[in-house]
């Protein structure tokens, strides 16, 4: 089985910054795209940012200059730092992996558990 473990999230004030953590565990032969998607009540998730196996990335419009997104293939975390924070920010950040269990199989999409962002004006 895989997991993936978040951290880093909390409470900060507008053009503050915080950094998020995203460790996959388990059984893992290798993982492709790895990403982060944000959420607030009553809407869909959407795409933060995005990270291929082989480094070329994609970011939302809104986060472009604020946050970058990376990952340690060696320990099979990625991390979305996010600076210069605002109020809109707010939300639940959710990360992604596309992970492959064993050589032979197919990649599946795995979610972490979600971690609160809240930005205080």
């Known amino acids: 089985q895989v997991q993936l473990a978040e951290s880093g999230g909390g409470l900060v004030q507008a053009g503050g910054s915080l950094r998020l953590s995203c460790a996959a565990s388990g059984r893992i032969f290798s993982i492709a795209s790895m990403g982060w998607y944000l959420q607030t009540p009553g809407k869909q998730r959407e795409l933060v940012a995005a990270i291929t196996s082989g480094g070329n990335i994609n970011y939302a419009d809104s986060v472009k200059g604020r946050f970058t997104i990376s990952r340690d293939n060696a320990k099979n975390t990625e991390y979305l730092q996010m600076n210069s924070l605002k109020p809109d920010d707010t939300a639940v950040y959710y990360c992604?992996?596309?992970?492959?269990?064993?050589?032979?199989?197919?990649?599946?999409?795995?979610w972490g558990q979600g971690t609160q962002v809240t930005v205080s004006s």
């Open positions: 992604t992996a596309a992970i492959r269990s064993v050589w032979y199989g197919r990649e599946n999409e795995y």
